[in-house]
């Protein structure tokens, strides 16, 4: 019998200046695990003149203890949908820190790679935690500035943890990454920003370097369609946007509602921020706005003028396909046809759960 969530974590307490803190630790090869029940509650307890996540850790040597730090928000994707942008404007706001590696994938693949270890997590973050978030400092103590993790696979990718043996012949994961970053913090907070779907598998598989063209996109994409309808027939949604995954084009990713729907079983609606690429492009000031809002941080900050000159300058932002594939062309109209009436009644989910703002079936220009 397949348990409801079975998680390779394990808890290490200890106590510092006063302070009682449960910090989440991740086991090498799962050998420690708990089990994670919907409802369970986490009692840690941050360091209180920290606006971000922090706390102190003894160190090895019995030296001082250092400061450690997780994210105070995590960019979750999705892939092709301006993550990238997103992310430089963000990290404009004098609090918000930009030392940070941009796409760690730690949470989702690293960590399969390098090591399970927490520590190898909060390492990432060291140059952003020692230089800004400890040293912007108020005058009554408190430590206002925060930090992120923009990993745009972490709304959806699980592969590597689905192909640890005892997860071998699961039909649906035994849990996603929300789990991870809610038992990390239960207090994140987690922003998303989606894009057209098929416009972004387009995006998705120029950029990535899958094909030269619209013509091998579009055998590719009939492929992806094919596969995941095949999947459908023996399996759940979930199986086949998690497990059963395209080789090339990557349709499951724009099969957005699976993914939100998965945190949304974990975090509060207050606590998940969604954007519309479309939106946001034509004016990033409002919507940035909008985000900073999110993280409680002021819109009306000092360097509004700093961001509005520099970083408002879309050409110099985000990653583009023209520039990686200069002739790759536009999609074709008969391959747009078929993707759209593939992700309409997906669309229609995501409409359900986050209003008719993203109604991709009628804005399938």
């Given at each position: 019998m397949q348990p409801e969530f079975l998680l390779p974590i394990i808890f290490f307490t200890f106590a510092s200046a006063g302070i009682s803190l449960k910090v989440l630790h991740v086991v090498p090869n799962g050998e420690e695990q708990i089990y994670l029940k919907l409802g369970d509650k986490i009692n840690s307890v941050f360091l209180p003149n920290y606006k971000n996540p922090c706390w102190y850790e003894e160190t090895d040597n019995n030296k001082t203890p250092q400061i450690k730090c997780?994210?105070?928000?995590?960019?979750?994707?999705?892939?092709?949908?301006?993550?990238?942008?997103?992310?430089?404007?963000?990290?404009?706001?004098?609090l918000i820190s930009r030392k940070v590696v941009k796409e760690p994938h730690w949470i989702n693949r690293e960590r399969y790679i390098s090591g399970h270890e927490l520590s190898n997590y909060l390492q990432l973050f060291n140059k952003a935690v020692q230089e800004d978030i400890v040293n912007l400092k108020k005058q009554n103590g408190y430590h206002p500035a925060i930090f992120g993790d923009c990993s745009a696979s972490t709304s959806w990718d699980i592969?590597?943890?689905?192909?640890?043996?005892?997860?071998?012949?699961?039909?649906?994961?035994?849990?996603?990454?929300?789990?991870?970053?809610?038992?990390?913090?239960?207090f994140s907070k987690v922003i998303l920003i989606l894009r057209n779907p098929t416009q972004r598998l387009y995006s998705d598989y120029i950029y990535f370097g899958k094909g030269e063209n619209a013509y091998n996109f579009h055998h590719s994409a009939l492929a992806a369609v094919k596969n995941i309808t095949l999947c459908l027939k023996k399996y759940s949604l979930r199986h086949c946007t998690y497990l059963d995954l395209p080789k090339k084009a990557r349709l499951h990713i724009g099969i957005y509602h699976v993914f939100i729907e998965d945190f949304?079983?974990?975090?509060?609606?207050?606590?998940?921020?969604?954007?519309?690429?479309?939106?946001?492009?034509?004016?990033?000031?409002?919507?940035?706005?909008?985000?900073?809002?999110?993280?409680?941080?002021?819109?009306?900050?000092?360097?509004?003028?700093d961001l509005t000159q520099l970083y408002m300058n879309r050409t110099s932002i985000a990653n583009r396909r023209k520039e990686i594939a200069p002739h790759a062309g536009d999609i074709l109209q008969e391959t747009k046809l078929i993707l759209d009436d593939f992700y309409r009644p997906y669309n229609e989910r995501l409409v359900t759960l986050l209003g008719n703002k993203f109604n991709y079936n009628s804005n399938t220009e």
């Amino acid at each position: 019998m397949q348990p409801e969530f079975l998680l390779p974590i394990i808890f290490f307490t200890f106590a510092s200046a006063g302070i009682s803190l449960k910090v989440l630790h991740v086991v090498p090869n799962g050998e420690e695990q708990i089990y994670l029940k919907l409802g369970d509650k986490i009692n840690s307890v941050f360091l209180p003149n920290y606006k971000n996540p922090c706390w102190y850790e003894e160190t090895d040597n019995n030296k001082t203890p250092q400061i450690k730090c997780l994210p105070f928000f995590y960019i979750i994707g999705a892939p092709k949908c301006g993550t990238t942008d997103l992310h430089t404007r963000l990290v404009a706001h004098p609090l918000i820190s930009r030392k940070v590696v941009k796409e760690p994938h730690w949470i989702n693949r690293e960590r399969y790679i390098s090591g399970h270890e927490l520590s190898n997590y909060l390492q990432l973050f060291n140059k952003a935690v020692q230089e800004d978030i400890v040293n912007l400092k108020k005058q009554n103590g408190y430590h206002p500035a925060i930090f992120g993790d923009c990993s745009a696979s972490t709304s959806w990718d699980i592969r590597l943890m689905l192909k640890e043996n005892r997860y071998l012949g699961f039909t649906e994961p035994p849990y996603t990454n929300a789990e991870i970053i809610k038992n990390m913090n239960p207090f994140s907070k987690v922003i998303l920003i989606l894009r057209n779907p098929t416009q972004r598998l387009y995006s998705d598989y120029i950029y990535f370097g899958k094909g030269e063209n619209a013509y091998n996109f579009h055998h590719s994409a009939l492929a992806a369609v094919k596969n995941i309808t095949l999947c459908l027939k023996k399996y759940s949604l979930r199986h086949c946007t998690y497990l059963d995954l395209p080789k090339k084009a990557r349709l499951h990713i724009g099969i957005y509602h699976v993914f939100i729907e998965d945190f949304m079983r974990v975090f509060t609606r207050d606590r998940i921020h969604v954007l519309k690429l479309e939106e946001y492009s034509e004016n990033p000031v409002k919507y940035l706005d909008e985000v900073f809002l999110f993280l409680d941080l002021d819109r009306n900050y000092s360097t509004r003028n700093d961001l509005t000159q520099l970083y408002m300058n879309r050409t110099s932002i985000a990653n583009r396909r023209k520039e990686i594939a200069p002739h790759a062309g536009d999609i074709l109209q008969e391959t747009k046809l078929i993707l759209d009436d593939f992700y309409r009644p997906y669309n229609e989910r995501l409409v359900t759960l986050l209003g008719n703002k993203f109604n991709y079936n009628s804005n399938t220009e």
